[in-house]
């Protein structure tokens, strides 16, 4: 069964940093990335990764989030820096099994910036 796990949300106050981590089992993983979800709002991309290590950001994290990926844990990060309270947002994990073309996500971590 494949499956993610997050962890690492929380409270944090404007200017901060917090270091989400994302697990896999199940499969290998050769592309993994991070979304968001803030109420009211359109979901969108937070940065995703591949095996290779070619990275893909949104556009307001660019400078502030760096994604990285441990191929031998599965296991994605995201390292946020210089937090707005815009970033608060329900944080959700996906990724794509080598062997599939299909997408999983994780429950989601919920990060909130306090200003």
């Known amino acids: 069964q494949v499956q993610l796990a997050e962890s690492g949300g929380g409270l944090v106050q404007a200017g901060g940093s917090l270091r989400l981590s994302c697990t896999g089992s199940?499969?290998?993983?050769?592309?993994m990335g991070w979304y968001r979800q803030a109420p009211g709002k359109q979901g969108e991309l937070v940065a995703s990764i591949d095996s290779g290590g070619r990275t893909n950001y949104g556009d307001s994290m660019k400078g502030r989030f760096t994604i990285s990926m441990d191929n031998a844990k599965n296991t994605v990060y995201l390292q946020m820096g210089s937090l707005k309270p815009e970033d608060t947002a329900v944080y959700l994990c996906n990724g794509k099994p080598t062997t599939s073309w299909r997408y999983y996500w994780g429950q989601g971590t919920q990060v909130t910036v306090s200003s």
């Open positions: 199940g499969s290998i993983f050769d592309v």
